[in-house]
């Protein structure tokens, strides 16, 4: 394939997948290019799905028939054939197809693995217990967000302390199970995890850190009445929502010959590598499901669960199918949100990365905090509750780290790491 015929697969309708079929486009490619997503909506954005969608006012609703409008925008002159609703089952580099669930093969020159990550949790949904990672997962718990219910969730990450605030913003009764002595302890530290445990308390949400959900327990073994936690209480529940992480999704890739150990291992072109480390000759991988080297993590390979992350490493490994002798390395700097409670939640960086974390402002009655983490000396993150302005000189300084070959020395060897919004 040269840089402007072939034929390209992108396996993921999704954010990561369209960034990169856009940037195939705008960079001259005029071949053959297909789409394939497990599910049958076209890509849409997903924090919303969290936010938006669960807290919208129920009169708002879209009429019946209608989506609402997280849809990510199609450019014009895209020309993509879509497979949607029809998952990869398999993918054959060295014959160079991707299989179908239902038995298409689609031959290419050139593939991008974009498939995402799945919502760890056993959901049983007709019982009342549910998880969030698509749309319809996200219609199906609002419908559930009945005012003067009881809900439970599992897990108080950024996720599960998105969907406990709708909910009581909403008027339910939420009880919040944490594992760990503190909300969002390990990914942004102790000092911000204990503001955010006094934001959801000062709501009114009934936050059980320490403990684990041992039991879901159902009436006449129907519906859901309760959650039994492993410090022996017991908790009424209607509903409850299984927060607990994603997992990249490489079931599929099995027998590939690419390393899926905790996502598909890239090089820092994202090209996909093999056990031995060897480039797989065609195949790309971006977004969710992508382990790539990070130079803010001394070059240590990171999972990257975050929306900027994903629309930036679309366009990389779309550079890199169509410039294969002249790729350019991923560096972008990541990024989060959150909004919990009225209060905005900003960060960039690997905070998670940290042996050292700054507080420069902690004012909880205001709603102001401001942190910067640190390891070995060096800057790898900050984190801000409303004072978003205040990012802006600790990303230049993220970013000029990130493009320099000698911030990896300079930040030292960082342990591996899962990084998740």
């Known amino acids: 394939m040269n840089a402007t015929t072939g034929r390209l697969v992108i396996v993921g309708a999704s954010l990561a997948g369209l960034r990169a079929a856009e940037a195939l486009r705008a960079g001259g490619f005029t071949g053959g290019l297909t789409i394939v997503g497990d599910e049958p909506h076209l890509p849409y954005d997903r924090p919303p799905l969290s936010k938006r969608i669960l807290t919208a006012d129920p009169a708002h609703d879209p ?62 949904p007709d019982r009342g217990v549910l998880t969030l990672r698509t749309r319809d997962d996200a ?19 950024f996720l599960g302390g998105e969907i406990a605030a709708a909910a009581r913003a909403r008027g339910l009764a939420v009880t919040l199970v ?25 709501a009114g949400i009934d936050l059980r850190t320490g403990t684990t959900v041992t039991d879901f327990l159902f009436a006449h073994g129907r519906r859901l009445s309760g959650v039994r936690l492993s410090d022996g209480t017991e908790t009424p529940a209607d509903v409850a929502v299984q927060a607990l992480g994603a997992a990249p999704a490489t079931a599929w890739l099995a027998g590939s010959g690419i390393d899926i150990g905790d996502g598909v291992r890239c090089d820092v072109h994202l090209r996909a590598l093999a056990p031995d480390g060897t480039v797989v000759p065609g195949v790309v991988a971006a977004g969710d499901v992508a382990r790539v080297p990070h130079r803010l993590a ?6 990257l669960g975050h929306w900027t992350n994903a629309a930036e490493q679309g366009a990389v490994a779309a550079h890199t199918l169509l410039r294969p002798d002249e790729p350019r390395p991923f560096t972008g700097v990541p990024g989060f949100w959150s ?35 640190h390891r070995d000396g060096g800057l790898v993150g900050a984190l801000t509750v409303g004072r978003t302005g205040r990012l802006v000189p600790y990303r230049r300084r993220l970013e000029t780290a990130s493009r320099d070959p000698a911030s990896s020395a300079a930040h030292g060897h960082a342990r591996p790491a899962r990084v998740r919004s």
């Open 339 to 373: 909004d919990l409670h009225g209060a905005r939640i900003r960060s960039v960086g690997l905070p998670a990365l940290a042996d050292e974390v700054r507080v420069h402002e902690h004012d909880l009655p205001g709603r102001h905090l401001e942190v910067s983490y």
């Open 63 to 124: 009429a019946p028939g209608l989506t609402w409008d997280n849809d990510l925008p199609l450019p014009d002159g895209l020309d993509a054939r879509w497979e949607l609703g029809r998952p990869a089952v398999r993918l054959d580099p060295r014959g160079r197809t991707v299989t179908l669930a239902d038995g298409t093969r689609l031959a290419y020159d050139g593939v991008l693995v974009a498939t995402g990550a799945t919502a760890r949790g056993r959901p049983d």
């Open 178 to 202: 944490e594992a760990a002595s503190l909300p969002l302890e390990r990914a942004i530290g102790s000092v911000p995890g204990a503001f955010v445990a006094e934001l959801h308390r000062r």
């Open 139 to 157: 219609l199906r718990l609002r419908a559930e967000l009945r005012p003067g219910r009881r809900l439970v969730v599992v897990g108080a990450g």
């Open 298 to 303: 001394g070059g240590t390979s990171i999972v």
